[in-house]
């Protein structure tokens, strides 16, 4: 820390991406990437023709990339803002919308990065109890008057809430905002974007990153009531007006054309997921039920940071989790059928090792 | 403004980009772009096999960028951090290290997006009158208590410090921080790097925008004392790890190995920028002495503003101010010899009507 960063930072505990080691090539299943490329319509997209075009600015409405999400999300473009990837946009909800006074309350296991945007903005940060079954109870939150922020399907857990379920929550108190981070939702959930016209206490966040095979062009969404929206817009211009970059922006687009290809990804990720949970049953592990492109799971023959550590040694990258609730267990991101079928084996061996 | 919005940010007004309208094709010269395609070098290295990675993160510690930045500038490499442009890293200066009791100085004309950071973090700001040439006089900022932050060569004016006035103005307090923002410095002023080594006070932040024709990828950097590096990364993996996209990534690093291309394209807008000049002056236009990628420029024949507009019905963008002292002028980003004969052309028809 020099002696220059401002007091308020001064313990600041930054998010802590999942690790992407150099030394040997993993089978990664740790960050939640699709096993998948990108369309076909992106590769042929991003020609030479664009590339040379980069001399020149991005457009800071991107209004090519709204005018496609619009169409697949059948809304309004006034309802809808783009940012890069969606961890920006929720930075740019937590700083337009909540502080220390009106904070925001969380399911106390989720995404680790709600509480690390409260400490960099001082927003007051009130964590949740889960259900004993890792699930959400919305009537949880009936009483706070807090605003709320909730994945669906929940991070680490991959549990979902239903529509209903949403609408409650929405509907609970027309005087916080609600926002659901579908980061994962292609994969088995409802999506709440329908809900945006009946309800203006509602941010719907997606992402680029998983369901789509752009994780590593960085683009989300919020989805809201035009007012939010302009609020949105008001912080971007005031942070980082092209906040897109122009192959990042065409990517976006020809991804959310190709419905086809979107399709048959999900459907390969939900088929090899239901592939890799019915191993792990049948191992003894205890699965949570996943609508995500991941799965939590704990067995007790051996602890999940050795599993962890096990794996990574056999050239497998899973996730391992501190947090006190879910550190027995490690999530595994559903890759390829291959992929799993790596994975499957490389658990069994460990498991009958430890078995002795 | 939703109902939502906090009350902080009620009164925020955000950076107005140069205007990108689409009802026709304009000469470009409003926005400081450069007229040269990126180098070979990011167009070969941008290929299928790189977009079909899209799927997969981009590295959130930038460790290639960085690299080929250390190497081109010649120090470690926990002495940089990459950005999502500049705007982005500047966000990130403000946001660690100034606040509402050190806040920060700025000339009275610069880049606009310093006071926006500003209002949005929440940070005191001070105003600092130019001399009646519209130069810097560094001896203005000796007795400023708070941090400074000054563009070299200086947005708007396109006037440059020396070597020797930002040693003299890094000197005057070790109390306070002294960022130098080098996003023109390619095209005829001296960089402020060397001097981060002997300065724990000092940040420069450059861009790959301008002289490296870059604009639409998004990367910029901040060179500092590497304890200050450490806490904008903190700034940084609390708000986006993953902030600068995989092909932009390799696009940045590319451009900054290919060092003939870098100075062929600087040469060419510096002699386009003393084509230019020389027209103006004998047009009889009053030109400040740019040693940036644009030239501020006045007539008493015809307003600032009424020049633009004129310009821009005749196809040719360029940019003007309201901004009380400039407000005469326009500004014109130095782009191809072609652009600049045209530009030279239009405005001597506009001059000559107006004579009339």
Redesign the interface.
Known sequence: ??????N??SK??????GE?PQDKKYI?LN?N??????SDE??KA?N?EE???????????AKNLIKAAANYYNIEENYIIAG??S??IL?FIF?????SNKGVACPEISYGFYP??C??FNIKYISVPLKEDFSIDVNDYANICDNVVIANPNAQTGIKLSFNDIKKLVSQSSER?VVIDEAYVDFGAESAVPLIKEF??LIVVSTM?KSR??????VGFAFA?S??I??L????????????????MI?AQKALEDREYFKFCVNEIIKNREFIVDFLKEEGFKVLPSSANFVLAETNVISGENLYLKLKEEGVLVRHFKDEKINNFIRITIGSLEEMKIFAQKVKKIIEEYKI
Chains 1, 2 share one sequence.
């Open positions: 820390m020099s002696r220059f960063l401002s308020e930072l600041l505990a930054p998010y802590v991406p992407q990664k960050t990437e699709s096993p998948f490329a990108p992106v590769i991003l030479k590339v040379s075009k980069l001399n020149l600015y991005s457009d800071p409405e890069n990837g961890d920006e930075a700083k337009a919308f909540f502080n690390v945007f400490n960099l905002l203006d206490n990153s095979s752009l994780a590593g062009a960085r009531n007012s939010l302009a609020d817009n008001t912080v971007k211009f005031s942070f980082n007006p092209y906040n897109i970059n122009r192959l990042s990517a």
